[in-house]
């Protein structure tokens, strides 16, 4: 296979040449009357468009990942393999995903039952066939109940070994270099940034659930793009003594699996962050590079005093992560710069806990986020503090005075309502179809209290 013209569907060799490189996979898909794959929002939130993606880990291991179809650009495919659900069955026999979700009576219309499907395979390969595995797919009619059981079912099937089992056992090399029309896809980072220089119009691109909305829905973003997400370099997580560095392309998913108790902050947010099939996409870089100010890891990042490595033609540079965020989707980093990695420091003796307010309890984009950390002496008193937040303000912020007040202060009930009427004054956020300001502002200081409440009674 020329991983330069062709990517891997349902294990057969299929040509790009041609493609428009911005088009989503589901839009490609249902041209060439692959209608198995269903569009349903065209947003990633509802998953009836799942596909499985094969992906390779730096221990040459291969994995399937559920991942949203309708966010994937074509220009980001070659040299990849997808599995969709026409690709399942092995002639009239269904595969083991499919039959359960028959037999426990799991589909009514059948419109969003393929990207179940899906998600399910990709829970039988990769161990996870609790709720977690299906909370990217929303069904509007059938009810969970029977999905659920068909789940339960395929977890409880001793291990076959199938094709899909064989295909993830069978050694691959890493993704080579390639490019689509105007989609590149460079390997390391010294090529990035070259194909910067030559193409300062395009613009950086990572796991696309942000910039893929907008292409799933035709909107011009850029005249090209630098993909990331295949730069080894920027996959990589190493765990220091005091810090832990975490490449900017690696997935939230491997953040959330890997690292799950080094930074309790992480540990209370990834969950409720967004559906699986986003996770397995989504990255620290995009979130930052996007600068949205509801993003919901900004926060844990103030909080944790983080520092963004960027690199550019003129080398490697280190910015706190408090003072990066400039104005509304504006930031430090230059434009001929990629985001690279994200050191963390250990959070250690910290008190901390971050809180997700939207209108679902996952897979929504928030209201209001909010990290604290806090330290106390054995007095109560306050050593260190950061109360951090998303959605009240034209970037991620940190409430400074409210810090203020509370740092070198004995931590009583007293302190705990000023500091909360501080908060509501402390932010003007705007109003929209979520809430309004007015509510923002009593959330700021009323996830103060609880914090307090729950983690520093």
Known sequence: MNPNNQFLLNGRAVDLIGADPTESLLRWLKARHWSGTKEGCGDGDCGACTVAMVETDAAGRSHYRAVNSCLLPMGALPGREIVTVEGLADGERLHPAQQLLVDSAGSQCGYC???????????????????????????????YRPIREAAQRLAALPVIADPFTAAMAAPRRALAPASLGGFHNPTTVADAVALKQQHPEATWIAGATDLGVNLSRGQSVAPGFIALDRIAELLVIEVGDDAVHIGASVPLTRIEQELAGAFPLLDDMLPGFAAKQVKNRATFGGSLGSASPIGDLAPVLLALDAIVQLRGPKGLRSLSIDGYFLDYRKTQRAPDELIVAVTLPKPNSLVTASYKIAKRQTDDISIVAASFAIQLDAQRRVQHVRLAYGGIAAIPRRALRSEALLLGQILGDALVEHVRANLVEEFTPLSDHRADADYRRALAGNLFVKFVAEKLA
């Open 113 to 143: 039952t393929p990207g179940f499907v899906m998600s399910l395979f990709v829970g039988s390969h990769d161990g996870d066939l609790s709720d977690h595995c299906i909370e990217g797919n929303l069904c509007r009619c059938t009810g």
